[in-house]
């Protein structure tokens, strides 16, 4: 008989049951979780052949100047026509590679048989949140970043996938840092050409404020407005490609030291005075290890993984062993698996948006999905991944995304996708492979009642047990 924990397990902790792998979860519920608990985490196949970074932003730096040659030859003349036709091209192609790269990314949650891993994927990405919404990232360069950046570190160390993440270009060109420099750096007071331009650009304060406020500390960290500017300051300089500086990282990472705030900083009581790289990795390293983060950060996962409303006690526990692994996210993931909190109730959690469409897919398994039906479903249900409206990323309590007129949205997909599946799904199945352990007498009536194996599918999908992780 397929329990209570095996459900939590598939659904909470993973991304939703593929058919029959209850039965296997319910023989060690938390020994399936921990087995996918690897340090060296591959790139899965479906995304082994997407463009890379230094891919991307070729093609992003070479359309870029050619924009530029356009605007200083004049737009006015057919060859401005062809060159904004040519744009017009770029930024098509562009959107397209956006989808195919969502659409791959999408695609290898809904197959994996690794689901808690992939689940922490999703989780970091959105904790060190980048999105295209407001049209700073190009293409498909987001799908590439979390390749990077997040993929390898989730069983790894906090401290290096936080460094990863401020030294990528993708969060560079989000938060504006690959264009601020400090106001007494050689860039500011002697610009090139002499035109001002770049004088007029200044301290660019956005990367330094997330890192502090979403990232590591947390808004009630213990950081002042003036922490800020000397974080700001102390990264100035981090920026990518161009010439000079040399590549201090990986994926084209450069620190440009003509950008750089020369002389002595001070962020939370620490000065930095190198005058080099080291003193914003000095920094990070600092943040990362700090006591603020530690709560910060293990508020966010118990919340995600218990209840909307954390309670402190789970708190306390993620806490410490952030704290006494130094940032050790594979002991903090077992510890995660091994809260009590987390086994009491399968139903504290409401499944965001994405998480419905990954379990649901997960659960018919009838084959890859439609990839424009995927991802104008995705757009209706209004979680397209990447797409967050700010750099705090999706939020995590189900009240800020889920209302009256958004519940609707999805017992009508539900319907219209149930509809389209072919006969080969038995809803006598798909209860068995989902539900069956946790459904309430109303819901077991209902679908023994309904008047269809359609309705029946239908029901399932929407029930209130289906809804919750």
């Known amino acids: 008989m397929v329990s209570k924990d095996a459900f939590i397990a598939a659904n909470r902790f993973g991304l939703g049951p593929l058919p029959l792998e209850l039965d296997v979860i319910a023989k060690n519920p938390r020994g399936w979780l921990k087995r996918q608990i690897t340090a060296e985490q591959k790139t899965p196949s ?94 498909p360069i987001a799908v590439a970043y979390e390749t990077d950046t997040i993929r390898p570190h989730i069983f790894g160390n906090f ?170 996210l594979a002991k903090v993931s077992e510890a995660l698996i091994d809260l009590e909190e987390a086994w009491q109730s399968p139903f504290d959690k409401t499944k965001t948006p994405y998480e419905l469409v990954l379990s649901t897919y997960r659960a018919l398994d009838t084959g890859k999905p439609d990839k424009k039906y995927l991802m104008q479903t995705l757009g209706e249900l209004q979680q397209t991944p990447f797409k967050a409206s700010s750099p705090a990323g999706w939020p995590d309590v189900a009240k800020e995304w889920l209302n009256p007129e958004t519940l609707m949205r999805r017992i009508e997909w539900m319907r219209a996708l149930a509809a389209k599946l072919p006969r080969s799904v038995k809803p006598e199945e798909l209860f068995a492979d989902t539900i069956e352990a946790v459904a309430s007498k109303q819901t077991k009536f209902w679908v023994k009642a309904a008047p269809s194996a359609e309705e029946a599918i239908a029901l399932i999908l929407a029930s209130p047990e289906f809804q919750r992780r």
């Open 159 to 328: 401290e290096d996938m936080l460094i990863a993440v401020a030294q990528h270009p993708t969060m560079l060109i989000y938060l504006d840092n690959h264009i601020s420099m400090g106001p007494k750096s050689q860039m500011a007071t002697n610009p090139r050409g002499g035109d001002g331009r770049a004088r007029a650009r200044g301290l660019n304060e956005n990367l330094a404020r997330e890192i502090l406020e979403l990232h590591t500390l947390g808004v009630n960290g213990g950081y002042t407005q003036t922490d800020v500017r000397e974080f700001a300051k102390i990264i100035t300089g981090w920026s990518f490609g161009g010439r000079g500086g040399g590549p201090e990282g990986p994926n084209g990472f450069r620190f440009k030291r003509w950008f750089h705030e020369p002389g002595p900083k001070t962020l939370l009581g620490q000065t930095y005075d190198s005058g080099t790289v080291n003193d914003g990795l000095d920094a990070l390293k600092m943040l990362a290890r700090h006591p603020s983060t530690a709560k910060f950060v293990a508020t966010k996962l118990v919340r995600h993984f218990v209840a909307d409303e954390p309670p402190a006690s789970a708190i306390k526990k993620i806490e410490g062993v952030f704290t006494e692994s130094t940032g050790n």
């Open 46 to 139: 479906l995304l082994q052949n997407l463009p890379n970074v230094a891919e991307i932003m070729s093609t992003y730096t070479r359309n870029r100047q050619m924009g530029n040659r356009g605007q200083n030859r004049g737009q006015g003349n057919r060859g401005g026509g062809n060159r904004q036709r040519g744009g017009n091209t770029f930024r098509q192609q562009q959107g397209q590679d956006y989808i195919d790269s969502v659409y791959s990314r999408t695609l290898n949650m809904i197959q994996t048989p690794a689901p808690f891993a992939e689940h922490m994927v999703k989780f970091w990405s959105n904790h060190f949140t980048v999105s295209n919404a407001s049209r700073k990232i190009v293409g």
